[in-house]
């Protein structure tokens, strides 16, 4: 990355008395180029003078262009971003005072913008992300030769029978709610993942599901889910497309709407996964209040602790990405969890030099994390 | 004492029904102290440039008005105080009419112009391509205001592009949208943000307020009390000081009687082993 | 072809798109970048309809073969028409939609936000036993912020700390040591996820089983 800053420092002021500013002015850093970043230590109307009338901000570029003004500053005004300029082409600003009867040039600095090809600032997460991969793939490409992996007992999951059986049994529905927010959320992702396993085993039971959404893309992807798993089942005849529909946008409504659909349809089964906000302990206190067994998994650690007191099962934060692997116990799926154990312990290890270095009054290394 | 492992949760809404009501018909005046995350972001705002742009996404909608509303009517006040030129927008449909009538209210004490001091960019779909597209240019995602004139023909919009041209951002919130404005607006393009979220989200912000991604955050009913301390205008939150504080000493109450219950139960070894399912103990 | 191979090939080359202007500001780069952002949105519209709809055939298929509870399908579409002719005759800002948005949504979604308080009255009733030592300290922890988060509690001193300092150290360090071991394990999570889309190793979100 080239860094072109010129620093120009400018006494002008002579017949007012006022006092000089420290101005420069640089490439704006880590940017497309065609910019520049002006600083300037605030001016105080007294300290100029108090009978100033205004600050201007004026340009010149070397390409025969009239000196020609950017902007009108405000006292205590300390920068600038000038855009659209072209890249290696010499800027001049000044910035000027006006008085009633003369005009003074305050301070001089030049500047040429530049384009930076690769954001050092993010170097830390560009090696983060190389290794990762790397972890990934590694692993990916053991799980394949078929190497046995190791996965603990998740009770949340091994439920999942359980409270499908339970609702065939008692002959009534399912309700599956893959959280409210959107596609883009990987949280919702990992559910629609899960669906995709929960369908299938409701499926073979020939249970009811019913999945209201709060995003209608994600309804969109849960009826595309749904309709192909029991495809994959043999039984395309049980995919009800208006048992996956679309509820309202709004949180509440939605919270309104899912809580009176479980006092009316008495579901026997739950399954809360994905990303909830406030409406969490809404849904799953009445999901409690009507006796369903209850399945929950966020990586919002904020509604953690309403789905333990409320739910029967709780899928804790990464558990929930987890769930898929788990269920379907993918070889290649699983090396992915092996990379993520291996990465965790890494960033473990680097707190703890982290945080030893900076006991020991390093400040280097935990700045390149910045 | 043992039969309080059964109660009709009826009886904990009435208690918690009228914890509420009375202090509000009744009010007996508890004062609060300030927080460093409040504190922080008032600090800031008080040494941000005067007439410095700030753009302040509602981002709720009307079931946290109770929490939110009195935030959202602090932080305009000690902006205007300080001649900030406000940029009001929402990232959900129902915040239109609360941003709208907001803006208008504060706006009309404060005596602040339309167009001059405050404007309203009304609601854009898609929260995370539109808190990244303003990291680039505010015009893109609003090329004209609420109600169709074009951006740059404000006076106020003179020299705002993107995030860089703001001295803040402010969002309010019951949601993750803080978390993301934070990482999106702040992580990305370097904006300042701060944050009012309901009690229940705020819990998760103190993570990012420690590592200077947020300036600061206001939680809940409190939250807002702590800004109108600092701003020395009571308002809404100080009023609602004392229906949060009776509730809170109701439920201590509650949680304190029933494992009175729980513990007498256990003595008389009648106390069942666990069974792993959390319904049986309320009614 | 249509199901499988293009959105994997879309997925794997719009990933690698967004990593890699992640790190590469050209201008050209982030053009496209912009572009990407502004289709979303317009998707984003476009599917908004798409629920729309979905929630009107819902609601008139129950009333039309006069499921269980369908009287209150009558009135989702009773208030989704009601709403959307009102915007349309008489604009947003005053009129009956203002009205209604005002005396029937506000207040109505106020009060459902506001059963959070009676349900975590429950909850907390229900959850908070000292069954243990560790169910002992979250009993603790939970007393001391609620306390020390009301203006009766601030002043209240045990052991010469206030209860104010202590719920503000309780949330200030167990708190945010516990959100951010969950945040690091959440982060690679979403990595891993996001990466394995990417590559095209997970492709249940497609539809695809075992």
Known sequence: ?370 | MAGMKGLDRTIIYWGVAFSIVIPLLWPIGFSTEVTSQVRDIHRFIEQMPESSAVLMSFDYEPATIAELDPMAAAFLKHLFQRRARVMGMTLLPGGVGLAENLLRQEAAIAGMEYGRNWLFLGYIPDGTAAMLRMGEDVAMVFPTDQYGTALDSFPMMRGVKSYRNMGLVICLSSTAMPQLWAQYAHDRYGAAVAVGATAVEAVRLYPYHDSGQLVGFLGGLKGAAEYETLIQTPGDGIRGMDAQTISHLFIVMMVVLGNIGYAATKWRGRAGASTGRNHAPVA | MFRRTLPMILAFTVGVFMIVQFFVPHPQLQMLYNMVLDWKQVVFGCVLIVGTMTLIRHHALRVRFRKQGYGYSIIALASLFAMVLAAIFWGIETGPYSWLFTNVQVPGQATMFSLLGFFIATAAYRSFRARNVTATLLLLSGVIVMLGRVPAGENMVIGGVSLADLATWILDYPNTAAKRGILIGVGLGMTSTALKIIIGIEQSYLGKGE
């Not at chain 1, 290794?131 to 490409?141: C, K, S």
């Not at chain 1, 309700?175 to 369908?199: C, F, W």
């Not at chain 1, 709004?250 to 739950?270: C, D, H, K, T, W």
């Open chain 1, 1 to 370: 990355m080239t860094y072109s800053a010129f620093s120009v420092f400018l006494s002008v002021l002579v017949a007012t008395g006022a006092a000089a500013i420290d101005f420069e002015v640089v490439d704006t850093p880590h940017d497309g180029g065609g910019s520049l970043t002006l600083r300037w230590e605030p001016v105080a109307r007294s300290a100029v003078a108090e009978s100033v009338i205004s600050l201007g901000l004026f340009r010149t570029d070397g390409s025969g262009e009239p000196r020609g003004k950017r902007a009108d500053l405000a006292f205590g005004d300390s920068t600038f971003f000038d855009e659209r300029l072209t890249n290696g082409q010499r800027y001049t600003y000044e910035i000027e005072a006006v008085f009633p009867s003369t005009i003074t040039v305050l301070a001089r600095a030049e500047g040429t913008p530049s384009l930076q090809w690769f954001r050092t600032d993010r170097i830390a997460v560009f090696f983060g992300v190389v290794l990762f991969t790397g972890l990934l793939l590694w692993f990916t490409y053991h799980a394949r030769s078929g190497r046995q992996m190791f996965i603990r007992r998740i009770a949340g999951l091994e439920a999942v029978d359980e409270a499908i059986g339970r609702a065939t049994e008692m002959g009534k529905p399912i309700m599956y709610i893959p959280g409210i927010s959107s596609m883009e959320d990987v949280a919702t992702i990992a559910s629609v993942q899960i669906l995709a396993q929960v369908a299938k085993k409701a499926g073979e039971y020939g249970t009811r599901l019913m999945v209201p959404n709060r995003d209608p893309i994600v309804m969109a992807v849960a009826q595309e889910i749904v309709k192909e798993s029991y495809n994959q089942i043999g039984r395309p005849d049980l995919y009800i497309q208006d048992d996956i529909y679309y509820v309202t946008y709004s949180q509440f409504g939605y919270a309104a709407a899912v809580s009176g659909i479980m006092l009316r349809e008495r579901p026997a089964a739950n399954f809360l996964l994905g990303m909830f906000y406030a409406e969490s302990l809404i849904l799953s206190e009445t999901g409690n209040t009507t006796g369903a067994i209850q399945i929950a998994g966020t990586d919002s650690d904020a509604q953690l602790p309403f789905f333990i007191t409320s739910c029967d099962y709780t899928l804790i934060g990464e558990e929930l990405y987890a769930a898929s692997v788990y269920l379907s116990r993918e070889p290649m799926l699983l090396g992915s969890l092996k990379a993520q154990d291996f990465a965790k312990a890494a960033v473990l290890a680097l707190i703890l030099i982290g945080t030893l270095l900076s006991i020991a009054g390093d400040t280097q290394f935990a700045g390149a994390f910045r």
